[in-house]
């Protein structure tokens, strides 16, 4: 090409459109792109022809569209330097508003297209692009330009949103720091502050300067990587100073603001940031006025937009417990999340099962008629988010909330069904592809928890890889890393040593008088207690300052050798997995145990429950300090006078009859005896018969000292909590030396009827020959695990149907992905182009099974079309949602014999999300309504009807 013009590169470009060859059609674009950059590499007067600048950013649109762009060697072609450099020179000239505004976009529409690859990140962190970029936040006050200039720096900012959000390795470069310093400074500002006063309700009313405030920055400021940064938390925490009382005041003046709600999520990150807020730093109370309007704000009947930004802002404030226990005391809350999580909205109910698992008990769990759909939700975007880059801080989110649901019984038994510990376990084994320890940490925390279920630890020690991978993890530089998986390997060896039979070794006698068992977030009142112990002569073992090196080790160590445990009872305390061990293996060496309150009203239940089941609690939080310290002295010594008595009784009473080799009990061969008919009225000696009569002799050390009153209460716990109970019962017989196998799997009356199913445990028994299998099994006894659609998930919520394994290597297996409305694909990756409708109903209608939706499109003055489609209402929802591709300018509902207008539009509506509702005044009246009959049977009216 020995001279440029705009025709002819229109003209090279129109003959690629018509190939079908992609490897040619990228030769021959990167040879055509080749002769441009030299043609205006050797005339430097061509790179201010402005026509050919322009043809060229429109030919590169064209083919970005075309996702020629997308290949390494054209993303890293040096034309895109010539149009940056280009875009620098001219940026602030407002005679070439339209060229800044298609290189801008052509730069912004490649980054978010390419995920941020090295060739556009080389591209975009330009010091005089970021230089440009931060004098015009700096003037931004004095801006007086056009409006289409102020949408070049929009999109500008927002790629260094995405860099941030994408590529976290760069959280050091100055110049995105600088970069963050100056946004800081513009947000508060007083000028921001000004523009505060006349925020609208909705992010499409803001004018262009407000749009670059309350969006681009606040966008900006929202994704930047604060755990990696000390200068960033901190300018964070000066922000929020200045900010959170104004944004505060705002929301009790005002009613739903979409943007100030938006400040208001950028302030609630704070909550969440490392070293922020703790219990001994003072929380500022705004965030408490914060919590409660948007507490307040909640309403099922809103706009889904409104319900994802406060239950979001609601997500990050639950990271403080103090915020935690205020939530709690909100008794609508629970009942308001469980109605809005059964949205048709995935991420309406995902924020919600997060609050939820914090503030629910263990009894509410069971209630749960959804357990499946709420460990379902978890599966779907752990799934969609776990290896994409731009998800990483909301993976890590979806993490740490499902950490806090484990806890629960309910929720293990879903998340092994639903097959989500491969996934766990990737996220160890596979480190370098999530690029972050903290979603290690959090995997690893998660199967600590799962392997207090029998079923998942029988897992976790059989899976090779993970066992490898955590042996090289023992010795990691990361202290958190190295912690967990110190936890996890020692809760595995110990489930090995109860499975062989092995009894804990007891000490006759005690190095320390007391361990404390506690969680980090009550250390201030723990480490009150702890010294007033010390100072009464208590040898006292507590892990002060988190100890470095093998935690584990010590803490078996101390309970070991300890006379008393302190459980320092709170949620966070129930909710740790780390917390979970100390407390199982106290409990399991039958140590006694001493729980404290340390949160206002909280009550145990779960797994913590049962083991504090019939001890007395000291309420540190009911009394002043000093009293409930001697309260705490007074439980001491009195278990020390029992245990005195004890002793002294068993040495006078004690005749040497036969040695006894073990420590088992020997109980002697008893007389008849009739049992009263109520199970409360029987003695301990009633329980022993029991016992013995109906061939359960294993578990007389487990009820040793029960009467009938104890013996039904345990009853009612293993009702509530059976996997737990005889979990803690087996372990128990184990422990005492028997050499009985406590196993399930009796039925009857009198439990002495063998049940003799041997299907899988996810399965369904009929009977002996027929087993109905879940999904992802098969077999004559489901014993079988199909893999396919989990090595090839579908995308977007679409659902996997495998084909057959016995053809697993043949091109017939390949697996089939019933796609939601609005995608397709063969993996329903792609999004189709089409209206998404959302039809609500006013509580003053009825809501039917079917209705019809007309679609009536006006092509011009005469001519009219009209589809009509029939929707069904799903039973449990007050609301339709739905995809379509019909374009449309009017929309009428037909249901129960009615018409109403639910839609209007001068244009026609070809692709849009569109929120409408079907209201009684909105009825389409009849003809037979608005006129008498002589007019109704007139020829012309018929024709109109």
């Not at 200039?149 to 929009?154: C, D, F, G, I, V």
């Not at 938006?262 to 909550?271: C, D, E, F, M």
């Not at 969440?272 to 914060?290: G, I, R």
């Not at 797994?607 to 001491?636: C, P, Q, R």
């Amino acid at each position: 090409m020995s001279a440029i013009d705009y025709t002819e590169i229109r003209q090279k470009f129109a003959s690629l459109v018509n190939q079908t060859c992609t490897n040619k059609v990228n030769r021959r674009l990167s040879a055509l792109l080749d002769d441009i950059y030299n043609e205006l590499e050797n005339n430097m007067l061509l790179r201010t022809n402005f026509d050919i600048l322009n043809e060229l950013s429109s030919t590169l649109m064209a083919a970005h569209r075309e996702q020629w762009l997308h290949q390494p060697q054209l993303l890293g072609h040096p034309i895109f330097i010539i149009l940056r450099d280009c875009l620098i020179d001219i940026l602030f000239d407002e005679k070439q508003v339209e060229l800044v505004t298609r290189l801008s976009t052509l730069l912004h529409h490649v980054c978010h297209a390419t995920a941020v690859k090295d060739e556009m990140v080389r591209l975009m962190i330009c010091k005089p692009l970021i230089d440009k970029l931060n004098f015009f936040i700096i003037e931004f006050e004095q801006y007086r330009g056009p409006t289409k200039q102020l949408e070049s720096m929009n999109r500008l900012l927002r790629i260094f949103t995405l860099i941030q959000t994408m590529r976290i390795d760069l959280y050091e470069d100055s110049l995105l720091e600088f970069l963050f310093l100056n946004v800081s400074k513009c947000i508060s500002s007083t000028f921001f502050m000004a523009q505060l006063s006349s925020v609208p309700q909705s992010m499409s009313d803001l004018e262009s300067i407000q749009t670059f405030l309350f969006d681009s920055c606040i966008e900006f400021m929202y994704w930047q990587p604060y755990e990696e940064s000390l200068l960033r938390r901190q300018t964070l925490g000066q922000i929020c100073e200045i900010l959170l009382p104004v944004i505060v005041r705002i929301m009790s003046l005002l009613s739903f603001s979409e943007p100030i709600m938006r400040i208001a999520n950028l302030l609630s990150i704070h909550i969440m940031v490392p070293e922020s807020y703790t219990d001994d730093k003072v929380l500022h109370q705004d965030y408490f006025a914060l919590l409660k309007h948007c507490i307040s704000m909640i309403d099922v009947e809103t706009v889904r937009s409104k319900e994802r930004l406060l239950l979001e802002c609601i997500c990050h404030l639950t990271n403080h417990s103090d915020l935690l226990a205020f939530m709690i005391e909100f008794d609508s809350l629970k009942p308001t999340l469980l109605k809005i999580s059964d949205m048709d909205d995935c991420e309406i109910s995902l924020n919600s099962y997060r609050i939820l698992a914090l503030i629910m008990c263990e009894d509410d769990i069971k209630a749960l008629k959804n357990a499946n759909k709420i460990v379902g939700i978890y599966y779907l975007y752990f799934i969609s988010m776990m290896e994409d880059p731009v998800q990483r801080t909301a993976f890590q989110s979806l993490l740490q909330s499902l950490k806090n649901f484990i806890q629960h019984d309910q929720v293990k038994v879903e998340v092994l069904q639903q097959n989500i510990i491969p996934l766990l376990i990737r996220c160890v084994t596979e480190r370098q592809s999530f690029q972050s320890t903290k979603t290690q940490q959090y995997a690893i925390e998660i199967l600590i928890a799962l392997s207090f279920n029998d079923e998942a630890s029988n897992i976790l020690e059989k899976d090779s890889e993970l066992i490898k991978c955590l042996e090289s993890l023992k010795t990691s530089h990361e202290e958190t890393i190295q912690r967990a998986t110190n936890h996890l390997i020692w809760r595995l060896e110990q489930k090995r040593n109860i499975s062989n039979g092995s009894a804990p070794h007891v000490t006759a006698k005690s190095k320390y008088d007391i361990m404390i068992s506690y969680s980090h977030n009550d250390k201030k009142l723990c480490f009150q207690v702890c010294d007033f112990l010390e100072k009464d002569g208590f040898r006292v073992w507590l892990d002060r300052d988190r100890m470095h090196g093998d935690v584990i080790v010590a803490m078996a160590d101390a309970i070991e050798n300890s006379e008393f445990i302190i459980i320092c009872m709170s949620e966070t305390y129930k909710a740790s997995p780390y917390c979970q061990a100390e407390a199982n293996y106290a409990f399991q060496r039958q140590c006694k145990l001493l729980p404290l309150v340390m949160k206002p009203k909280y009550k145990p239940d779960g797994w913590l429950g049962f083991i504090m089941s019939g001890k007395i609690y000291v309420d540190f939080t009911k009394h002043e300090l000093n009293e409930a310290y001697s309260l705490l002295k007074h439980e001491i010594e009195d278990k020390r006078q029992i245990t005195m008595n004890h002793t002294k009784k068993m040495e006078v009473t004690h005749e040497p009859i036969l040695p006894v080799p073990s420590p088992i009990k020997v109980y002697q061969r008893q007389t008849r005896v009739d049992l009263p008919q109520f199970v409360n009225n029987w003695s301990e000696e009633h329980v022993r018969c029991f016992l013995r009569k109906n061939n359960l002799t294993s578990l007389l050390t487990v009820f040793d000292n029960f009467n009938g009153h104890l013996l039904y209460q345990a009853y009612l716990m293993c009702e509530k909590n059976r996997e737990l109970m005889f979990q803690a019962m087996r372990e128990e017989v184990s422990a005492s030396g028997n050499s009985s196998i406590l196993t399930l799997g009796w039925l009857g009356v009198q439990c002495s009827v063998k049940h003799a199913c041997d299907c899988a445990l996810n399965s369904l028994y009929v009977d002996k020959s027929v087993c109905v299998c879940p999904v992802d099994q098969y077999g004559p006894r489901c014993y079988l695990h199909e893999y396919a659609c989990r090595k090839k998930p579908c995308s977007n919520g679409g659902q996997c149907i495998a084909g057959d394994e016995r053809r697993m290597y043949s091109s017939l297996n390949n697996i089939t992905c019933i796609c939601r409305d609005g995608y397709f694909g063969d993996r329903c990756e792609f999004q189709e182009s089409s209206n998404q409708i959302e039809i609500s109903f006013d509580r003053k209608l009825i809501i039917p099974s079917l209705l019809i939706i007309h679609f009536i499109t006006v092509e011009d003055e005469t001519e009219v079309t009209r589809i009509s489609v029939i929707k069904k209402v799903p039973v449990h929802l007050d609301f339709l949602l739905f995809h379509t591709k019909i374009t449309f300018n009017v929309a009428l509902v037909e249901m129960l014999n009615n018409y109403y207008s639910i839609l209007v539009r001068k244009e026609t509506i070809i692709s849009a999300i569109i929120t409408t509702k079907v209201v009684p005044h909105h009825r389409c009246l009849s003809t037979n309504e608005l006129f008498n009959t002589t007019i109704t049977n007139l020829h012309l009216i018929k024709c109109i009807k």
